[in-house]
């Protein structure tokens, strides 16, 4: 009766990453609504800078009640469905977004396509750059929603490329290599690298060697390089944010059609709900296909127009990416520091909007069982809503991610304290009464077990 | 290796068809009253202008919707971090109640049913990948959107089978038509998933008849198949008659809850009753729980910004607005539509006989050298370069016959409509003219009238409700 999307699981919405979010829905902590409740820090979501925007929109009242020069411009925004989207605002983007990289690189509007959130864009790339049954190389870990985004509607296959601890996770020639060959053993035809730079778990964005053998690595094999920097405006650290754009001009590779980048702005300016994404690519063929292919999921043109405004001001954009990367540096080290007294160390980060943090020392054996062992006992017992490694496709078990950017100053530190609590029962070995935990424990795992096939929650990354 | 996907290099994307190109060349040459009196006037766009006001003055008296606050207290963040696929509840609440009262409050929707899509293009695709698999076919009544080439097809792989409609019964659908294009999807090897229709169609502005609703859910059910109602012109019923939707259809079979009922899905958006285009809002209707689940997910490929829910909700849960919007819509189209078919009949050419849309299905097949598609093309080519009006032909429409061609009327003022039909009119009279050479006038009033009478006879034989007054 239906299709075999729908009757797949392919949505890959059954893994943990969405589960411990359902937890976190039946029981969200509140400082004083409900203080024992399950502190949120499975969403990547930026609440840090909202103040400066709302400023920012009080200042500039007409934008919101849409209107340009105090004159009403509602009936063209309402008729604007145009899918080469509004001038004023790609160009406000092609400002921004070489801001972000220290206008060291140019964007030219010709070559942007807009989408409703880099979901959207991302899976457009897919439709463009590949047919059913091919692949594209990603590193793990990677960011679960690309299960979903990447492969469900479009077919295309993802092989993971091992990137391990013991190096920091650098993406190095023989994992590239190996993953290609590993694709080609089954039978798949490998049609580009996708990567997230900055890294989404790992907070650490591309080196600039990376990009280099990236580049080297998919000009070789004649294949797509496609770049997904929608954290580039959250590296607050060294080494400084280098774009697969610019390691393109370097290697004058700047008109190679085979280089695509996307970006949003949810993660940067932490507006998910206005979905806005887009699409960068010299190659005029596929921008033409992806411009058709967004009248799936334009943006609205309300949001473009608030959008245009206030990113045209460049004296908001410049304060706003500086206070930005401050607070989230701050937060980060706050994250890092809760962490280091309870004896838990993280991946050194440079960006993003989480840690990756190293709890590989608390696992009772070095297996996955261990860590979703794990992973439900801070779920439940310590009421902190963290990513388990595995749903984000990593190697090795007992890392996680835990994201800093989505919560107030206070309910961090309730966090960090009940981190250092566990720690600390944990290595005592403290007798205490734990079958209320236990029970909802095993229903926790007896649930994974069964593979929901409904999962009430939002996506994110 | 090839760089780019099939889909890239295909034309599958439906967009070299005369509909997108009359388009372009609008563009290159629109008319502007001031700065371009003999531009391209765009009747190919069916969009509603005639409204606006309304919605500009509750705005205006409602600061609070658009300026993100409740109650006066800013909710910008709350908006900004919403992006909970399964929508804004007051806005699906309000939408449901709007939809409802569009049917005259004789059906409910429940909210929990509905699926948010960035516009009915997103919403379309969406059920595609829901019901189809690549290959599956969808039985769609001719003449229909030039879109849905690309909305239903493009990516999904799915395949269209037309079902023929004719003229000579204004081109409703029939029991036989429906068999035909059944056993011809089989012909092809395809296996039929369902039937979809838009209802008020585009491009005729007809209304689907209960007769024909009646057919199509005996046909789906016996055939064990979906149907989608594309309802999106639900709000611009502007004859005397209701609409009827085929949720009023199931109603009164008593198959609400019946296993049919599973497979009966409707379509809605803003952008045709609302005129919002531009805000991208669109959902899915469905009683099959799987359907609203799976569709629930894959509307994160193309979710309706929270600025414009909250925007929406607040519009729309006022049903003084609603109520005001819904009544004065219908007149205003009324109005207009009148002025288009009178401007029309005074160039000797007539049109099919509507009560909805934002369009006319016009006869022109007086007008062509032969009873071909290559004539046709000729025409349209002749109306939109030198008639300087862009309007759709019927071809691109998948007609059958050559000759009809879709005029929209909405989209622009009064004065432009008068020039418009003005410059149709010039046009009929020195190809009369020129024509006269190889027949006779009177010849051919004869046959224009005869062809007039047809239309409205055959019309009028197979409706089952009361005429409308012309």
Not at chain 1, 112 to 135: H, I, K, Q, Y
Not at chain 1, 226 to 239: K, M, R
Request: aromatic fraction near 10%.
């Amino acid at each position: 009766m239906l299709s075999s999307k729908v009757n797949s699981e392919s949505h890959g919405q059954d893994s943990s990453y969405f589960l411990g979010w359902q937890e976190y829905e039946k029981n969200p902590f509140h400082e004083t609504l409900n203080p024992s409740g399950i502190v949120q820090m499975g969403l990547a979501e930026n609440q840090l800078s909202f103040d400066l925007i709302e400023s920012w929109l009080e200042e500039h009242p007409g934008v919101l009640g849409l209107k340009k020069n105090e004159e009403s411009v509602f009936r063209q925004l309402a008729l604007f469905q145009d899918y080469h989207g509004l001038p004023a605002f790609k160009d406000a983007m092609a400002k921004f977004m070489g801001k972000i990289r220290g206008n060291k690189v140019k964007f030219d509007t010709n070559k942007m396509v807009l989408t409703a959130g880099s979901t959207s864009a991302n899976e457009t790339l897919m439709f463009c750059l590949a047919n059913p049954g091919d692949a594209f190389l990603i590193p793990a870990p990677y960011y679960p929603g690309f299960d979903r985004d990447l492969k469900w509607r479009t077919g295309v296959e993802i092989a993971p490329i091992h990137c391990v601890s013991s190096n920091g996770y650098k993406i190095t020639k023989e994992a590239l290599e190996n993953a290609y060959d590993r694709a080609h053993e089954l039978n798949l035809n490998v049609k580009g690298v996708l990567i997230t730079n900055p890294s989404n778990p790992l907070g650490t964005s591309t080196t600039r060697d990376e990009l280099d053998l990236l580049l080297t690595f998919t000009s070789a094999k004649k294949i797509h390089m496609v770049s997904d920097e929608i954290y580039s405006g959250t590296v607050f650290d060294s080494p400084e944010f280098t774009s697969v754009l610019e390691v393109a001009k370097d290697k004058n590779m700047d008109l190679d059609e085979k280089i695509h980048v996307v970006y949003s702005l949810s993660k940067d300016l932490g507006l998910p709900g206005f979905r806005v994404g887009l699409i960068y690519s010299n190659n005029e063929k596929m921008v033409s296909a992806a411009t058709k292919m967004s009248s799936f999921g334009l943006i609205s043109s309300q949001t473009q127009h608030l959008l245009a405004n206030l990113l045209s001001d460049e004296r908001f954009t410049t304060k706003y990416l500086e206070e930005n990367k401050k607070r989230l540096r701050e937060r980060r080290d706050s994250l890092v520091s809760g962490l280091k007294k309870a004896g838990i160390g993280c991946l050194k980060s440079n960006g993003g909007l989480f840690c990756w943090v190293d709890l590989r020392h608390l696992l009772r054996s070095d297996t996955f069982e261990a860590e979703h062992s794990l992973w439900t006992k801070i779920v439940c017992e310590v009421g902190l809503n963290i990513s388990p490694g595995s749903s984000c496709h990593c190697d090795e078990p007992g890392w996680f991610r835990v994201c800093f950017a989505n919560m107030s100053d206070q309910t961090l530190e309730v966090a960090m304290g009940r981190v250092h609590g566990f720690v600390m029962n944990n290595s005592n070995h403290g007798k205490q009464k734990r079958t209320m935990w236990d029970s909802r424990r095993r229903s926790l795992i007896n649930k994974w077990v069964s593979k929901l096939s409904s999962v009430h929650c939002e996506s994110e990354r | 290796m090839k760089q780019l996907s099939t889909k890239v290099t295909s034309n599958a994307h439906g967009q070299d068809s005369s509909y997108f190109l009359g388009w372009e060349e609008y563009e290159k040459n629109p008319y502007d009253e001031i700065k371009n009196p003999n531009g391209i006037i765009q009747m190919g766009l069916a969009e509603n202008q005639l409204c606006f006001d309304l919605i500009e003055t509750w705005l205006a008296k409602n600061p609070d919707a658009a300026g993100l606050k409740k109650d006066g207290q800013s909710i910008f963040k709350e908006l900004a971090l919403f992006q909970d696929y399964h929508g804004l509840p007051e806005f699906k609440k309000a939408l449901a109640e709007f939809m409802e009262e569009i049917r005259g409050n004789r059906v409910t929707f429940d909210p929990s049913k509905i699926v948010l899509a960035a516009g009915s293009t997103s919403a379309n695709e969406t059920l595609m990948f829901c019901l189809a698999e690549p290959g599956d076919a969808f039985l769609l009544p001719t003449p229909y959107y030039p879109g849905f080439d690309r909305d239903l097809k493009w990516r999904t792989g799915a395949e269209i089978v037309p079902i023929h409609c004719s003229s000579s019964n204004g081109f409703q659908i029939t029991e036989s038509a429906l068999q035909q294009a059944y056993q011809q999807a089989q012909k092809l090897d395809l296996k039929v998933k369902g039937v979809l229709v838009t209802n008020p169609s585009n491009p005729l502005g007809t209304m689907l008849t209960r007769r024909e609703l009646n057919l199509l859910v005996e046909f789906i059910t016996s055939k064990n198949i979906h149907l989608i109602s594309d309802e999106i012109y639900s709000g611009t019923v502007f004859g005397f008659e209701q609409f009827v939707s085929v949720m009023d259809v199931l109603k009164d079979k008593k198959l609400e809850n019946s296993e049919v009922s599973k497979r009966v899905h409707v379509v809605y958006s803003l952008s045709k009753d609302l005129g919002l285009p531009g805000f991208r809002v669109g959902a899915i209707y469905s009683n099959d729980e799987m359907v609203v689940s799976a569709a629930t997910k894959m509307s994160s490929f193309g979710l309706v910004s929270s600025q414009t829910q909250y925007l929406l909700s607040a519009l729309l849960s006022d049903k003084k607005f609603t109520s005001t919007y819904l009544d004065e819509n219908q007149k205003r189209l009324k109005i207009r539509q009148r002025q288009l078919v009178s401007g029309l009949e005074a160039a000797g050419v007539t049109c099919l006989k509507s009560n909805a849309g934002l369009f006319c299905w016009v006869d022109m097949r007086h007008l062509l050298d032969t009873n071909t598609f290559e004539a046709e093309l000729e025409l349209w080519k002749k109306i939109v370069y030198e008639v300087k009006l862009n309007i759709s032909p019927g071809s691109s429409c998948h007609c059958t016959e050559p000759g009809w061609f879709r005029v929209c009327f909405a989209n622009m003022s009064e004065e432009t409509l008068d020039l418009a039909m003005g410059r149709l009119k010039e046009y009929v009279e020195s190809t009369d003219s020129r024509r006269s050479i190889s027949k006779s006038s009177h010849e051919r009033i004869k046959s224009l009238r005869k062809r007039t009478v047809s239309n409205w006879v055959f019309r009028v034989s197979w409706t089952d409700r009361v005429p409308d007054e012309r």
